[in-house]
């Protein structure tokens, strides 16, 4: 499923000398899953929007870090 | 040929006199994964590589270049006037000693650059994959770098060259399916 | 006394900047979508403000490419300063 970062939960030992880090996360960005790029997908609204972006398709942005960062993502 | 143009892909603004900053940045610069590395890498496949791909790889190496410049222009101005003492606070020390303030191609644990960063190995699926995954490597560089600088202007201009990786890797994807379809044969538009 | 460049050279430069980056994008989008009409019109568009943005830049902050794709001043303002990496 498209989402743009994934979340799991690392096996914790007592003996881990640092804090543990309860919830992990990697990036998987559009271009995994956009396939052949169609015809006619919208763009930015104008090219300095595109230009900030790095893309002129909203669709293939992907936003770092990752905005829900922090958050807690318990199911 | 290649023709200069006199700017910048992307505007690069840098906020603070951060030495350290220009020391992780130089593995985009000269390392494995670096913007060097993939300009030549996909300018030198273009040689084999069949037809249909050859304008894609030429873009992309020729867009990487200026990629590069954007990372020169990040570290030069990160060192531009910072003071020997800085420098070595930085952990720039042992590149001062050897180059001063001079940019080198290396990675940002001072290994110099090499040839065999860029893999050619003449087969088009192989290639292509390789430059797939040369992208996803420089994009979590990228990632990385960020992780590691506070410096808000300069994490933009990073923004935007991780975000170009991605469009990149999309491409070199669709580049696969070409090969792979053998579109030619039917033109249905 | 060092120069220093109007925050019009910004303006201009940006503006060109975002253009090509359109360019650019659409160029990579043709290379492997080469029969997509739409885009290649907006990409001849494009190309076209380009170049209508850099002959205004150049009249006003002397030639953006070497190798006669620029006309020159006298004396020769190819050279002068801001580089990129300088602005």
Redesign the interface.
Known sequence: MFTQYKYWRPYISPYDPCKPIEVKSYATPPQLYLGFQPYGLPQFSSPKEALKFGTLWPQLFSPYPDPHKGVDKRD | MWYYEKKLQYPVRVSTCNPMLAKYLIEQYGGADGELAAALRYMNQRYTIPDKVVGLLTDIATEEFSHLEMIATMIYKLTKDATPQQIKEAGLGDHYVNHDKALFYQNAAGVPFTASYIQAKGDPIADLYEDIAAEEKARATYQWIIDLSDDPDLNDSLKFLREREIVHSQRFREAVEILKDDKDKKKIF | MTKKMPPEF?QL??????????I??????L???P??Y??INQFNE?AEKSMKLKIDFEQKFG?????G?SFSNYPFN?IDTP???Q?
Request: proline share 6%; charged share 20%; no cysteine.
């Open positions: 910004y430069l940006e503006e060109i900047q975002a253009i090509d980056f359109v650019v994008e659409l160029n990579l989008y290379d492997t979508h029969h997509d739409e885009a494009n030639p953006l490419m070497n190798f794709r190819w580089w990129p990496w602005v």
